[in-house]
């Protein structure tokens, strides 16, 4: 019996399909028409295949059954990692019911629970979103999950010396870099400039200090930062302790930038010396407390790093590498926002 024109060629493009993948046109039925077991990797190999061809049909799913993600954070309570957790829980309410996203909270100083999170999770887990310190257990660890093919997603703050498929943040050291600009830019005559830095141990704090300090040495010789970054930790009495201390050393400081947390210290200590107004100040993150010093004039500049473009860009890249999102997002960093008192808004940022 003669085969009809349509199955001729339905026959004919699967044998491409089955060339381009590599493996038997059974298998291509098999995949193409969902019947019978079938791994990820295969199944993979023939739906790029029938992609690259372009075959005029619905292809299947790559993945079948649940995909458990991990999102491992800072237990932190700034007002950035907070708006970090909203923006994560608005995003993962949009996913698909098949992916299951188990989310984590680890304290920031306690590296063996961290490296437990990532080690051991207890359950088969096929991708993992991480914010964290980067120092080399740390690294270790998440290069020998990387290794063993689980792809990792840096957010926030990237990690040095793994091979994770994305980092989803901003470029911290142009961040830096951009706040140098506006002191420079503002301030009140030539003097000094005070740099707070949260923990030298966040790769993202290091690269903006770093990214300030060398946007005025290179544009501003009138201004001389001050020789070592005051480490704070986001504490707030250390914040207030650092300025406070500056000013009573020098007469002639004409410039904060804090990388961190901790602002109602530095606006506590500006104000005990009649210098909130006079002294610009450069920091992070748009908050309530922000907002309100902005308004009174006491802080100039916020940057802020967009929490809600981060964990979208964070949850695609990790969906595109487990093959959930067909695909790939774009692979550039997030744009950071600039707030001043032109531009910040009146509802709040924090319920």
Not at 185 to 210: E, F, K, W
Request: proline share 5%; glycine share 8%.
């Amino acid at each position: 019996m003669t085969q009809s024109p349509s199955r001729r060629k339905r026959s004919a493009r699967f044998i491409e399909i089955a060339e381009a993948a590599g493996v038997s046109t059974a298998t291509v039925d098999r995949v193409l028409n969902e019947r019978g077991s079938v791994s990820t990797a295969t199944r993979t190999k023939v739906v790029d295949a029938a992609r690259r061809l372009s075959v005029p049909r619905l292809l299947p799913e790559v993945r079948h059954g649940l995909v458990h993600l991990d999102i491992l954070q800072p237990r932190n309570s700034t007002p950035f990692h907070r708006r970090l957790a909203l923006a994560i829980q608005r995003s993962v309410q949009m996913l698909d019911r098949r992916v299951i996203v188990h989310r984590s909270a680890v304290p920031e100083d306690d590296e063996t629970l961290i490296l437990e999170a990532i080690l051991h999770p207890p359950y088969r887990r096929h991708g993992l979103i991480v914010t964290a310190h980067d120092s080399p257990p740390v690294r270790e660890a998440l290069n020998s999950i990387i290794e063993a093919g689980e792809p990792v997603v840096t957010l926030a703050t990237d990690i040095g010396g793994i091979d994770r498929v994305h980092y989803a943040g901003i470029d911290n050291y142009r961040a830096g870099r951009t706040a140098g600009h506006y002191i420079g830019r503002m301030a009140r005559g030539p003097g000094r400039v005070v740099v707070i830095c949260n923990a030298l141990q966040y790769r993202s704090h290091v690269d903006r200090t770093r990214g300030c300090r060398d946007a005025i040495d290179e544009r501003f010789p009138a201004l001389q930062c001050e020789p070592l970054s005051v480490e704070t930790h986001d504490d707030p009495d250390q914040c207030y302790l650092a300025v406070v201390h500056a000013l009573q050393q020098h007469q002639d400081i004409v410039g904060i930038y804090n990388s961190g947390a901790g602002s109602v210290g530095i606006d506590a200590a500006l104000r005990k010396f009649g210098a909130a107004g006079r002294i610009v100040w450069v920091g992070h993150e748009m908050s309530d407390e922000h907002r309100r010093y902005i308004e009174e004039g006491t802080m100039d500049v916020a940057i802020d790093q967009d929490p809600d473009g981060q964990a979208i860009s964070a949850l695609q890249h990790l969906l595109h590498a487990c093959g959930v999102v067909d695909e790939a997002p774009p692979g550039d960093t997030n744009e950071f926002r600039l707030y001043m008192s032109e531009n910040i808004r009146r509802n709040a940022y924090l319920p």
